[in-house]
């Protein structure tokens, strides 16, 4: 068997008192963003929160993952499901890759029907840079009503 994949989780602050129980789910199941290791072993090295905007913790963070051998980092659906989105997801990708060479991927488990509906209400995922952030974490509507 392959060595697993080892990744590091971070959440936005706004959920900083969530227990992970839909990301932990979503790794364990392979769906939402966790469904690009379907046919690996993936090790959780590390958990945190950004440490509230603009996101302190982003510089200090993945260090500590990375020495916990973090191959990837996510950075949770609440950053893009929130009200509103995060506003510093490319800001904080492009700095943990340049800073750490350390992957990132937007979303865990997959975006519940309810965000699904009110940001497609709101219209505030519009356009490519949103299409690209999104797509790991869409899912088929059966999917998304499971995690509401």
């Not at 227990?19 to 939402?32: D, N, P, Q």
């Not at 497609?120 to 519009?126: H, N």
């Amino acid at each position: 068997m392959s060595e697993p994949v080892r990744i590091g989780i971070i959440i936005c602050d706004r959920y900083r008192t969530c227990a992970g129980g839909k990301c932990l789910r979503a790794l364990h199941a392979r769906e939402g963003a966790f469904a690009a290791y379907a046919d690996r072993e993936v090790q959780l090295v590390g958990w945190t929160t950004c440490a509230g905007c603009p996101g302190g913790n982003i510089e200090y963070a993945p260090e500590e993952m990375k020495k916990n051998g973090a191959e990837v980092i996510h950075l949770a659906t609440g950053f893009l499901v929130g009200y509103p989105p995060c506003p510093h997801l490319e800001y904080f990708r492009t700095f943990i890759k340049e800073k750490y060479g350390i992957p990132v991927v937007f979303g865990t488990h997959p975006i519940p029907q309810k965000y699904f509906l009110t940001h497609a209400q709101c219209g505030t995922w519009c356009g490519d840079t949103w299409k690209d952030a999104l797509q790991p974490t869409l899912a088929d509507e059966r999917t998304r009503l499971a995690y509401d």
